[in-house]
């Protein structure tokens, strides 16, 4: 039988430096991660999720606010455990918060609530009879702008 000679070749046979690039970081902050982790109390190092370093920073996330205010007291203890794994000196840490979201979908934004149409004309008629002249304008700014959003719904 004749083997049939393609072509072609897979997209995954070509050299791709960008997605290797990027393998090697993440597998650099799975391996600044371990030693962080080992660096905090154990109740601590399971609200630690990820670990990079940027520009001479160590940068921690974390799951909530006040797991983050905790993990501020081991500042120096998480520095000194990565010493041996980078090749800078990291002096700073910054701890961020990153919420995990599970199983939620993308909010959509809220749509606006428009006063009913004579709430809009109560609006326009208060600006008509205003003495200022600051708020005049804008009464009459706000209740064109409601009138606008209410007749495209």
């Not at 993308?106 to 004309?121: F, G, L, V």
């Amino acid at each position: 039988m004749i083997k049939k000679h393609n072509a072609f070749k897979p997209a995954l046979l070509f050299p791709n430096n960008a997605l290797a690039y990027v393998y090697s970081q993440i597998e650099l902050q799975r391996q600044l991660l371990h030693p962080v982790r080992n660096a905090l109390p154990s109740i601590l190092s399971m609200h630690v999720l990820h670990c990079i370093i940027k520009k001479k920073e160590l940068i921690v996330f974390t799951d909530t606010a006040s797991w983050a205010s905790q993990l501020r007291f081991y500042h120096d203890a998480m520095i000194a455990s990565i010493a041996l794994l980078t090749r800078e000196s990291v002096n700073a840490l910054q701890i961020r918060v990153m919420p995990v979201l599970t199983g939620i979908k993308s909010r959509q934004a809220p749509s606006p609530i428009i006063p009913s149409t004579e709430k809009i004309m109560l609006i326009r008629s208060t600006g008509m009879m205003s003495s200022d002249e600051h708020l005049k304008q804008a009464l009459i700014k706000l209740s064109t702008t409601l009138q606008r959003l209410a007749d495209k719904n």
